[in-house]
């Protein structure tokens, strides 16, 4: 069946300009994650979906960051007056309900975003 | 706070050789635990999990990783490495009180010569 998937797979933008990444989970996947990754880094964790309530904001770094997920299904990660320091590879992840860090998470290929 | 290690930031190993790729945690309790490998411009693919029970686990693409609790570690062994086993490699912790994120290392790359 379908993975994740995220759009775009790139996105170039000016510094100070908004942004909106799409993802798409897998069908019937509740429980819904967005990372960010860094050049030469591990992924880290911005905010997890429960349905359609965001359940975990803890790791989106300012108030510029803020993420929806309307109907419970794809998500879009929103950015404002980006930083050249927001450039990184934005990753969606999915996965069913299940017990606490026991939820095996399947991830998309990822948007790159470059703040020029 | 819980946190990963992957000491080593890359390794060549021959084709055909034996690999071993390290990950070292700290957490408080019982660990879930992961391994991911990513090739260029993909996405993240599981290769294994461990949550509990037998501390040897197998995975996909002939992985197995050790969970050895008196050492805080889970390496990742393969007997004999393919070339297209060449990509970067994350080892990942699933957080405490969470609601399940993922707290990865740095990601040790894989490089495999002829």
């Known amino acids: 069946g379908a993975g994740v998937s995220q759009t775009p797979s790139n996105k170039v933008t000016e510094k100070g300009k908004y942004v909106e990444l799409r993802c798409d989970p897998i069908s019937g996947h509740t429980a819904l994650y967005w990372y960010r990754q860094s050049l030469g880094q591990g992924p880290e964790f911005l905010i997890y979906?429960?349905?359609?309530?965001?359940?975990?904001d803890s790791g989106l770094p300012n108030d510029r960051f803020f993420a929806v997920r309307p109907e419970g299904s794809v998500s879009t990660l929103k950015i404002q007056r980006t930083e050249r320091g927001d450039s990184a590879v934005y990753l969606c992840?999915?996965?069913?309900?299940?017990?606490?860090?026991?939820?095996?998470?399947?991830f998309g290929p990822g948007t790159r975003l470059l703040v020029l | 706070a819980q946190s990963v290690t992957q000491p080593d930031i890359h390794i060549t190993v021959s084709e055909g050789a034996s690999l071993e790729l390290r990950c070292n945690y700290s957490?408080?309790?019982?660990?879930?635990l992961f391994w991911y490998v990513q090739s260029p411009g993909q996405g993240l693919q599981l290769l294994l999990k461990y949550f509990s029970g037998d501390t040897l686990v197998q995975g996909i693409k002939g992985f197995e990783a050790e969970f050895k609790r008196s050492q805080s570690s889970f390496n990742l062994r393969k007997p004999s490495v393919h070339w297209s086993d060449a990509a970067e490699y994350f080892c990942a912790v699933g957080a405490q009180g969470s609601q399940g994120n993922l707290i990865f290392g740095k990601g040790t790359n894989l490089s495999v010569k002829p």
């Open positions: 979906f429960q349905g359609t309530g965001a359940a975990d």
């Open positions: 992840a999915s996965s069913l309900l299940g017990t606490s860090g026991r939820k095996t998470q399947y």
């Open positions: 957490y408080g309790a019982t660990p879930y």
